[in-house]
């Protein structure tokens, strides 16, 4: 992915935004966003915002800080910063659950597809890069904000290499032994995290892991 198409599709995220007023306040738990964080967040230009001022927000968000409003308000930067990768917390699969919790199925159109635009191109982009681990943490995250994830999977058949596709499933070998994904936060998306599963369970898979590495599986 280009750098000018990611560039583009975050200012599409802003752009769609930029109605949404700025809060006068953000209410909640004072000792997970203490006065001086609220103060720093509400009095910065929002593409100013750093990762660390605005990280406390955007893992609390809608848990014990905050509300749609003032979320809408900060959703540009918060998802800017996810995909550049600047977050060392909270990860991916926390911000993009908030989409859930947000109710963004209900936001217009106008809002939705340029945030469903920019994971999309997100996803190329870990795809394209391979690293198993990043694919892992947004797929879960995009599990976490969809109810449906097969075509995300059938992007990983797709464009990701064998060695890949290997490791994504070595890296979930629980699902062999436990019955459920490695990812913890697949728990709070159990139907996507089903669909997954099945992939996992698919005879192409198991041929696939069985071919490389000689694993064995019941009927």
């Given at each position: ?158 464009v990701?290499s ?10 979930n ?26 992939w ?20």
């Amino acid at each position: 992915m280009e750098q000018r198409n990611s560039d583009a599709a975050i200012a599409a995220v802003y752009t769609a935004f930029a109605a949404v007023p700025k809060p006068a306040e953000i209410s909640g738990c004072e000792h997970c966003l203490p006065a001086e964080e609220v103060n720093t967040l509400l009095s910065t230009p929002l593409r100013e915002i750093t990762e660390g001022q605005i990280s406390s927000y955007a893992a609390d968000v809608f848990l014990t800080v905050g509300e749609s409003g003032d979320f809408r308000f900060f959703w540009p930067r918060i998802i800017e910063l996810a995909v550049m990768g600047r977050f060392l917390w909270p990860d991916p699969e926390v911000v993009l659950g908030k989409l859930r919790l947000a109710n963004w199925r209900a936001w217009d159109n106008g809002l939705q597809l340029p945030v469903q635009a920019l994971i999309d191109l997100k996803f190329a982009l870990v795809l394209e890069q391979g690293n198993v681990d990043e694919i892992d943490s947004w797929l879960c995250g995009i599990g976490r904000c969809h109810d449906d994830i097969q075509p995300y999977l059938g992007k990983l058949v797709d464009v990701a290499s064998r060695e890949v596709l290997l490791g994504f499933a070595l890296g979930n070998v629980s699902v062999y032994e436990k019955g459920k994904l490695t990812n913890a936060f697949w728990e709070d998306a159990s139907v996507t995290a089903q669909q997954v599963i099945a992939w996992l369970n698919s005879d192409e898979t198991r041929a696939l892991l069985t071919e490389e590495y000689g694993m064995r599986f019941e009927p």
